[in-house]
């Protein structure tokens, strides 16, 4: 079977995809970054509609629309920032690519983009991550047919090749 996981550098706004992941806050309110990009791209009926939504809880997701970007839907998830690794930072960042794999197949949303959560602003070292992105999305796919493709998108260089790396070494689902 063709693998369902892909790896591109570049921006996720760019993406006509069902869904976008955004690396939010939680107040879903933007801020720099990839949700800064994000909310750039869609204009500001995204604002509007997050301010609909009450925040968000780390390691839980919300959806949108994705308004004038080319993707469908953004699923915003707050990943935890890293604050030294003993504090349930792999549980947290594991749950954002759960429940955003969840929030995706609860809304007909086949096609998922995610960018490398946690790893900017927050600090989560961006190896560890990698490992977990990947691990836990190939664990939520080998129990769902609903998702056709799973796209890592890595703006910086370093991400990318932990990426490719990695996905060579445990093969794609
Ligand atoms: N497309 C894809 N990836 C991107 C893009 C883009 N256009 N721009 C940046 N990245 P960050 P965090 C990558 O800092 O660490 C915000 O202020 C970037 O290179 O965006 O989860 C929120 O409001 C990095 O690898 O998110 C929160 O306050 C990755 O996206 C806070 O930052 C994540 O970096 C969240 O911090």
Partial sequence: MESRIELIRGDITK???????????????GGGGVDGAIHRAAG?????????????ETGEAKITMGYQLPARHVIHT?????????????ELLASCYTSSLEVAVNNQCKTIAFPNISTGIYGFPKERAA?????????????????IKVIFVCFDEENYNLYKNRLNEVGKA
């Fill in 15 to 29: 993406l006509e995809f069902d869904a976008i992941v955004n690396a939010a806050n939680k107040s879903l309110l």
């Fill in 44 to 56: 500001h009926q995204l604002l509007e509609e997050c301010r609909t939504l009450n925040g968000c």
């Fill in 78 to 90: 707050v990943g935890p920032v890293w604050r030294g690794g003993n504090n349930r930072e792999d």
């Fill in 131 to 147: 490992m977990i992105a990947i691990n836990t999305t190939k664990e939520f796919l080998a129990k769902s047919k609903t998702i």
